[in-house]
């Protein structure tokens, strides 16, 4: 059985930093997307960042460029999201999905059919 367990979240400081975990079971990590998006109150859900962890190409949307950043280890079947110089709006439940990779593969950016999801972990920004 697949999971994969988002963690890592609270309560910080604007200007503070996170780093969330997404902990995956039930798969081999290495021919899988992992992407984080996130959802704010009464918004939809978007993309935040991702990784194909074949080649460990990564791509992070413009609003969290140099920001946040992604990386995976496909020993402990885990991907991280750092996530620094945090604000107020990036306020929001965040949420990991694995798809797994195609051959060939585009851009990690490109996978937007998550056949896994977590359950996802609040990130609260606030002074």
């Known amino acids: 059985q697949v999971q994969l367990v988002e963690s890592g979240g609270g309560l910080v400081q604007p200007g503070g930093s996170l780093r969330l975990s997404c902990t995956t079971s039930g798969i081999n990590l290495r021919y899988y997307v992992i992407a984080w998006f996130r959802q704010a109150p009464g918004k939809g859900r978007e993309a935040v960042s991702c990784?194909?962890?074949?080649?460990?190409?990564?791509f992070h949307e413009e609003s969290v460029k140099g920001r946040f950043t992604i990386a995976g280890d496909n020993a402990k079947n885990t991907v991280y999201l750092q996530m620094n110089s945090l604000k107020p709006e990036d306020t929001a439940v965040y949420f990991c999905?694995?798809?797994?990779?195609?051959?060939?593969?585009?851009?990690?950016?490109?996978?937007?059919?998550?056949?896994?999801w977590g359950e996802g972990t609040l990130v609260n920004v606030s002074s």
């Open positions: 990784i194909d962890n074949y080649d460990a190409t990564t």
């Open positions: 999905g694995a798809e797994s990779v195609y051959d060939p593969s585009p851009p990690c950016q490109y996978y937007t059919n998550m056949q896994y």
